[in-house]
Each structure stands twice: as structure tokens, then as C-alpha cells.
T-cell receptor
Framework: NAGVTQTPKFRVLKTGQSMTLLCAQD?????MYWYRQDPGMGLRLIHY???????AKGEVPDGYNVSRLKKQNFLLGLESAAPSQTSVYFC??????????????FGPGTRLLVL | GIQVEQSPPDLILQEGANSTLRCNFS?????LQWFHQNPWGQLINLFY???GTKQNGRLSATTVATERYSLLYISSSQTTDSGVYFC????????????FGAGTILRVKS
């Protein structure tokens, strides 16, 4: 049981390049989330999904797109990277709201540097 | 939207000391979680505590939902407790989204 995994761990992009971050979970969780963490701040929600085939915007969605074609995977795409997207990206998953199991489980993070 | 404020922003402790971290939130919540982010960046669940008190070893947490605050207690601190402690709250909205505070940076000196 690997929990939540993220690929890649680290990436350097040039302004204007595109890339996709992959999140995978093996806990059969319904909900998945993408956050970004900037220095001195807590995590901010980019996009989330409440089930396979569904996505929705979070607090800071601009410049990002997501897809959830399979229940276990949640992809985060940057179509045209900007220096302001330099950040650490975290993926999380969560089961449906069964009592006592509503915690979100986080992946190890992806460090992205946009030059 | 809901505001989450954590205090203090920074805390330096000598190993063996106790500490209390506070989280205030501006509206009623369905869920509150405490996380520890270790120096390697990994986020670790500490407590799921929308109300009441829980204990896990040297850590305990109390949430007083009616007064909109939660406290995280660390007793007999160790250097491995260093890192950032985040409080995150969830309101009754679609997707059960978490809103994070800015965190408390804890440094435990040996």
C-alpha cells in the first residue's frame, strides 16, 4: 500500500513550457485534491475532484487544468508555465465521509521551478 | 471565505519543554485537522478533531467548536518535533475542501 504518490519529485521548466504532474492513490478514495504551497504560506487549493470523471475549481485555479479519467489518478497540467507557478505542489486524497475517516492523505510533493 | 489564523508564527523551544499552538477560525466548521510538515516537506496527519479532545503520545489536541478555536499541545518536546504545524478547517461544502492556516514554525533545540 503506497498511499499517495506523485511524479515527478522535482522539475525545472522554462517560461512557456508545458508539463503534467501525476498523482496516484491506491486507497480507493473518492476525493482527490491538488494544492500549492508557497514560502511562508499554508497550502492553497488549486482544483479538486469528487469522483472519476469530475473536476472542480478551488481557490487558485488560474493557469492550471486537471483531469480524473481513472479513479486512482489525478493529473495537474500547466499549459504555459509562468515564474509565478514556481511552488511546491501537493496532491491529497480522501475517502467518502465515513465517521472518523474524513482525513486527507497527502503525497510527498513536487517541487517546480519555472525560469 | 473562512479565515484561519495560527499563533504563534514562530516558536523556539529547548528540548523537553512543553508548548501550546493555537488555531482560530472565523466561522463554524465540519472538520478540523492538524498536520505536521517535517523538515523534508512531508505532511503528516496528526489529528482529525472537529470537536473535543484527543491524545496521541506526547501530542494532544482540543477543539472548542462553539468558540471557534483549537489548541495543539506538545509535551516533552524533542528535536524530531521540529517543522511546521498547520491547522486546516473544512466547511460543509461540496468536496470537503480544506482551508489552511499559515502555520507555526517550531524549532526544538537540543
Amino acid at each position: 500500500n503506497a498511499g499517495v504518490t506523485q511524479t515527478p519529485k522535482f522539475r525545472v521548466l522554462k517560461t512557456g513550457q508545458s508539463m503534467t504532474l501525476l498523482c496516484a492513490q491506491d486507497m480507493n478514495h473518492e476525493y482527490m485534491y491538488w494544492y500549492r504551497q508557497d514560502p511562508g504560506m499554508g497550502l492553497r487549493l488549486i482544483h479538486y475532484s469528487v469522483g472519476e470523471g469530475t473536476t472542480a475549481k478551488g481557490e487558485v485555479p488560474d493557469g492550471y487544468n486537471v483531469s480524473r479519467l481513472k479513479k486512482q489518478n489525478f493529473l495537474l497540467g500547466l499549459e504555459s508555465a509562468a515564474p509565478s507557478q514556481t511552488s511546491v505542489y501537493f496532491c491529497a486524497s480522501r475517502p467518502l465521509g465515513l465517521a472518523g475517516e474524513e482525513t486527507q492523505y497527502f503525497g510527498p510533493g513536487t517541487r517546480l521551478l519555472v525560469l | 471565505g473562512i479565515q484561519v489564523e495560527q499563533s504563534p508564527p514562530d516558536l523556539i523551544l529547548q528540548e523537553g519543554a512543553n508548548s501550546t499552538l493555537r488555531c482560530n477560525f472565523s466561522d463554524s466548521v465540519n472538520n478540523l485537522q492538524w498536520f505536521h510538515q517535517n523538515p523534508w516537506g512531508q505532511l503528516i496527519n496528526l489529528f482529525y478533531i472537529p470537536s473535543g479532545t484527543k491524545q496521541n503520545g506526547r501530542l494532544s489536541a482540543t477543539t472548542v467548536a462553539t468558540e471557534r478555536y483549537s489548541l495543539l499541545y506538545i509535551s516533552s518536546s524533542q528535536t524530531t518535533d521540529s517543522g511546521v504545524y498547520f491547522c486546516a478547517v473544512e466547511q460543509g461544502s461540496t468536496g470537503n475542501k480544506l482551508v489552511f492556516g499559515a502555520g507555526t514554525i517550531l524549532r526544538v533545540k537540543s
